[in-house]
């Protein structure tokens, strides 16, 4: 998205002195951000990046990536272009150690419509820079083709095997990339005899120039949807599938992997946090009956008004094939009749199966392969709908992890679009600062270490764009051997800006427990610290939306 050209204070702290009047000289930064900017990958030519909160340039195993920028200069008044210079702001990872910056001739590309397939080609090399692998940010200096007003394209390389390039693009909260324009403009001064240094000052040149804004552009995300503001209309309302018509869910799973009873914990945690869940999510196998008694009592509190995601392994006790050919139709049938008679017409979330990758076993004929799941999935999707069951809104449910995501058989998973409602992901992030899966929020939807695999949110706004995402479960533990409050705030402190930066999460669910099957406390409350961080995020007014 466009940053507008910023005028900032003429001069670098020093005054030119002169005994006799005379012309000064003073230097005006003008600073332009990216028009459009994205990347383009070898190993994923047909995908598009535009609406990715990072850059990324260089070699990945078999993929290489090209990250483009593009600077719409405008007017920049009277004086001359002393010097120019692009800055990219790293994002995460190290750097490598050698990075080119050249022009591309082409300015017609969109952020949009750029893929690896028809990306321009590049130009001579402009600009090269060794930076240190932490360095926070690269500068390059494009004097010798910067010159005026105009539009200015660069492409970033990197040959170094590995080690790929991440920056923050215009789609990131802060660190856009920017092209500042230095401008040598003539101050008229009186007189002055002494010719002593003066202490470091800003001139004030004797006409203001106005710079004017980059040419306005509208970032098309991937998918056909608008960024949702901040503060969103108080009328945010949800459709027959759930979907709102502006901000997005706020839902929690509370009390995992404990004795107390769901939704007392889930009260306990929409106190601490200060917001009602308005999805309240729990868990069922086999031949449960459900929505339960005490499930629906908590959608009937008019103070403080919810809705289920129910979530249900269906196949419990036998395996995903056998369900997909009916063996369990008298199992689907049960349940279809129960929720009929006991939750009416009121719409919820249904999801089949969360996780599972976690139980795929890719041998033919175990009955548990990918193929098997979807198989699964359609049959009781379609067979609940046709048992007349119309107000259950089907998600599947991701696992997010790296080693599933890379697999040959990930990808089949997928039930079709016919079958589901909302794509959705559980995926977690450890706070501890440089640990195993330590990161933003944008790391939390969109990690990989395969450059086949693009992370979870570019896949799914690119294969399935027309299916809002449902962050089923989140949450953010600390590995550190001494917990340190400030780590799990520093990543809640990531949500809402980057949030706001992936339009296509209509969802977002939290999921509580002290002590997951790996030890990990994932509590929002378990420092004074991590509790004010994440009592900012439930505050935030996106959350408003009505059921």
Sequence with gaps: MPIAALALGAGFGTMIHSGAAAAAETTDVVRSGAAEDTYSSSARPTYTFGSAP?????????DTMVAFVKFKVGALGAGTVKGAKVTLTRDSKNLPGSLSLSRVADTAWTEKALSGKNAPKLAGVVAAAKPAATAGAVTFDVSSVVKGAGTYTFA???????????????????????????????VATKPVEDTKPTKPVTPTPTTPVTTQPTTPVTTQPTTPVTTQPATPPADCKVDAKLVPSCGVLWG?????????????????????????????????????????????????????????????????????????????????????TYIKANFGTKPFFMVLHHEP???????????????????????????????GVTNAVFTVAYMNYEKWNNTSWWGELYPGDDVVDWVGVDTYNNAEPGAFHYGDFNYLMNRTNDPKFPGFYTWATTKHPSKPIMVAEWGVYDSSKTVQGKNKAAVYATVLPQLAKMPQIKGLVYFETAKDQ???????????EALAGFQKIAADPRFNVKL
Excluded at 54 to 62: E, S
Excluded at 157 to 178: L, M
Excluded at 359 to 376: E, L, R
């Design 54 to 62: 990072t850059l990324v340039a260089g070699r990945q195993g078999g």
């Design 156 to 186: 970033v390389t990197s040959t170094v095997a590995n080690t790929p390039a991440r920056f923050r693009s215009a789609q990131a909260a802060a660190g856009k990339p920017t092209l500042d324009v230095s401008i040598v403009r003539p």
């Design 252 to 336: 929690a799973a509370a009390g995992g992997f404990s004795d107390v009873p769901r939704d007392e914990a889930l009260k306990t945690f929409e106190a601490k946090s200060g917001r009602t869940s308005t999805i309240y999510h729990t868990y069922h196998k086999g031949d449960e009956l459900f929505p339960t008694k005490d499930e629906i009592a908590m959608t009937n509190d008019p103070a403080h008004p919810r809705t289920l995601m129910l979530n249900w392994k269906v196949g419990y006790g036998t395996t995903w094939a056998k369900v997909a050919a009916g063996a369990q139709d008298a199992r689907i049938d049960r349940l279809a």
């Design 357 to 387: 990758e976690n139980d795929v076993n890719p041998t033919a004929g175990s009955g548990q392969t990918a193929k098997d799941f979807a198989a699964m999935f359609r049959h009781t999707a379609l067979r609940l709908k046709a048992d």
């Design 518 to 528: 790996s030890g990990h406390d994932i509590r929002m409350d378990d420092t004074p």
